[in-house]
């Protein structure tokens, strides 16, 4: 058997991941069959499974990347970026996400093993919220996790809104009503300008 | 054939609605078969068809039904009684939902089917938030459209967490972010206190 290199291994690994991402977006996850998943990564079932070992480890390094990118979006362009992130997800791949949560609900190893990849990025996630705070963008009088948990809110019904393919509203309104709320006090007054 | 009168024809719609919502609940729109239906429902599928002639038109009438709660519930007790009532909404039932999206997204008639009932109580709720504008209770220097729309965001992020199974924020933390984003401009300070 022929030695694979390491780079070689990463493309593939790649290739595997982006076409798993198009046939679950296209098919949802119980319709990505093992035939509709080598059709669209363009190799067989052995291959696949050689970095894969199931569907389920398919969709939670998708699900991992995610969460990384958004993280990172997060901590490089803040709430505005993050914002218009999410508003531009695609509503195809947000429905796997909704079929998923019943599975994330009632499998414990399956959220445990989602949940893991996400404990991770939450300090760093954190720390930016608190730096928020010292620089006077955020509300001080709020904790951290709490201002962190209401952006989630408005970013999930974001992504819920996409998600069901209904007419978003506008970012800058979200950002300005966002800001009303997690802002500091005197914030108030050129948010409703730009309302 | 003995004539069934109105008083039990309407009780038998309840029976079969109440049971059908059970049913979904438990096994997902989808894993809802004809079998389970009659088995929960305690009809046969003759009987139950013959009042709604799909699963589709069952399931319809049961988020008929929900929309029409929450926004009485809107109507009658405002911005808390509504985000109470979120809180509180069944994880098994709200994933039946998720697991729709999808299909409201791609199916024409499916969406309106749904969103021409919607657009039934859309003209009351927009008038309370226009009555909240007048009283004060809301900001003015935002369209009422706009205020709906924030609302239902943060309505949406609670429920797809409570979907997930994930902690909720406290109902009270919600509620004093959510005023300082749309209350009037001098709400701030008393909701920072209660946050």
Redesign the interface.
Known sequence: MPKISEERKSARREQILEGARRCFAEN?Y?GATVVKLEREIGLSRGAIFNYFPSKEDLFIELAVRDNARMSETWLNEGLEGVVRAVVELD??WL?VY??L??R???DHDF?ERIESRQRAVAPANRERIEQAQRDGEF?D??GPK?IG??V??????????R???EEL??TD??LA??R???GP?RA??PA?RS?
Chains 1, 2 share one sequence.
């Open positions: 949802g119980e509503p195809e429905s909704l079929e949560f019943r994330v609900r009632t959220r509300r009088d709020v709490e948990i209401f989630n809110l408005v970013l999930n019904g974001l992504a819920l809104t998600a069901g393919g509203p506008s309104l979200v009503l966002l009303d709320a997690i006090d108030r007054t409703r309302a």
